[in-house]
């Protein structure tokens, strides 16, 4: 079968059913609501009575239908859509609202609730997020604020048994369930041992707080939610004479990545993006349907960040090459997106805020090859410019933060698309804390002191292969996935000793003239 799978059969026709009545909502499709508060819980009284309590709070949580299955948060999705086309906005007024639930807990939580989970596979998951903190690059002196003995959350000795998800269209809603939930866990004796606020912004709906919109690479999901086979779990929007794409995406530039990817017992990726692989296996039995979650509480240092692209973007422009240099061009070539969401693959000049608002076509691009036009069922037509083949970086750095952890349909050091689709993972998270109204200021001029930045959660079935291999594999390695490359200078960390934390990464100027970027924004 060729690369294509264009064989006996659609790709559709493999597609598993997915059991959305026992799949979570924050992971498929997940809640993308603008207002969440995340509550950690510890277990600190292991009595036999406060653990039979607990346990049976879960179970009314879950019959009670509080925790939001995948068919429900569909059903709101749906309905939400549907407004959304009528009023012909991205954020349409007055529609249909809900308070969903998610949940999830730590390898030390399961152990206190169920006595097989010592069977758990997942080096990372059982031993947590704190003991390979320096793994993912984060730094080992003790005193450094990234180190896990500072951390604001999940620290040594005040780890977290569970965390609970409450996402919602309004913060008064979210409120209330909140207060319902911790009263029945107060009653119950377990502790809420962190409690945060995250909020879409106000002043730049969609975008996080370094001013970029954000969350338009999210993979889509194969599969179907019921055996009448008649809708999918991610739409489809290529017309189907259009082969392969339309067997590819969903939206144009939307991956379709098989379920086993981020969900426990369904098909994984194999050499042919459009044939089954292996299926993840569920360990123990009943963790079928069950998924990986990873949360990272990232502050965002904005002032930092643009004083940093200013004096780069200055210092850059007295080079050959780069005599065109500006603070905001150079952080969209870090990035791989203008702060609209426009790829630089697709307008390199300068930011198209029409393009970055298209969910049609901001996603859609390739850096190995030219992309074309794709008729889509809805009859929309691609206006903007197309993409022009970027093998070696020029226009897109390899170094840029797209492209770091998503290399489409670029070879890497770890072969090709295949690498790309097995390490793809389901971001959940949210912005916290207030906008930097000027976002030069330092802590002398900041009202919130710095508190702001990013409630990282992110959905996988295997930490080490997804989430853990972007960052210590690719972000935080200056030569993979490809070179010329660098670190990736958003998320990326510099964990070498000796190097000062200091990441670096190259551009090319109009001259193919190599330039390097240096900077430690920590």
Known sequence: MS?????????????????????????????????????????????????????????????????????????????????????????????????????????????????????????????????????????????????????????????????IVVAGDDRAEVEDRVSDI????????????????????SDLVGHEHFGFFDGISQPGVRGYTSEARDEFITARWISTDQKPEAW????????????????????????????????????????????FLVFRRLRQDVGLFWRTMRDEAARLKDLPGFEDMTENRLAALLVGRWPSGAPVNRVPGEDNPDLGKTDWANNYFRFDSDTSGLPLVNQYSDNFPMAKADPAGLTCPWAAHIRKVNTRDSGSDMGGRETTYKSRILRRGISFGEPLEDRYADGSSDPEDGNRGLLFQCVQ???????????????????????????????????????????????????LQQAEVETNME
């Open 248 to 291: 590819l995406y969903g939206r144009p530039g939307e991956d379709l990545v098989w379920p086993g990817e981020f969900i426990l017992g369904y098909q994984k990726t194999s050499p042919d993006p459009l044939v089954p692989g292996p299926v993840a296996p569920a360990v123990p039995e009943w963790t079928r349907n069950g998924s």
């Open 3 to 163: 690369d294509t799978g264009q064989g006996t059969s659609a790709p559709t026709d493999r597609e598993p059913v997915l059991e959305v009545r026992d799949i979570q909502g924050l992971v498929v499709p997940g809640f993308l609501k603008p207002r969440q508060t995340l509550l950690g819980i510890r277990i600190a009284d292991e009595s036999r009575e406060v653990v039979l309590n607990f346990k049976e709070l879960l179970r009314s949580l879950v019959d009670e239908e509080i925790v939001a299955t995948a068919m429900k948060t569909l059903k709101n999705r749906k309905e939400y859509r549907r407004e959304r086309r009528r009023q012909k906005t991205r954020h349409p007024k007055g529609a249909p609202r809900a308070a969903l639930v998610g949940i999830g807990f730590s390898f030390a939580g399961l152990r206190k609730l169920a006595p097989d989970a010592e069977g758990f596979p997942g080096e990372a998951f059982r031993r947590g997020l704190a003991v390979r903190s320096a793994l993912l690059g984060d730094p080992t002196d003790p005193k450094a604020e990234g180190h896990p003995s500072q951390w604001i959350v999940g620290k040594p000795g005040d780890e977290m048994d569970a965390l």
């Open 461 to 511: 079935s295997s930490i080490e292969s997804q989430f853990e291999f972007l960052m210590a594999r690719w972000a935080n390695d200056p030569v993979r996935p490809k070179m010329p490359g660098g670190h990736d200078m958003l998320i990326g960390q510099n964990g070498q000793e000796g190097e000062g934390r200091v990441r670096r990464c190259t551009l090319f100027g109009k001259g």
């Open 182 to 201: 911790r009263s029945r866990l107060e009653a119950t004796g377990v502790g809420v041992n962190y409690r945060e606020n995250g909020d879409r912004r």
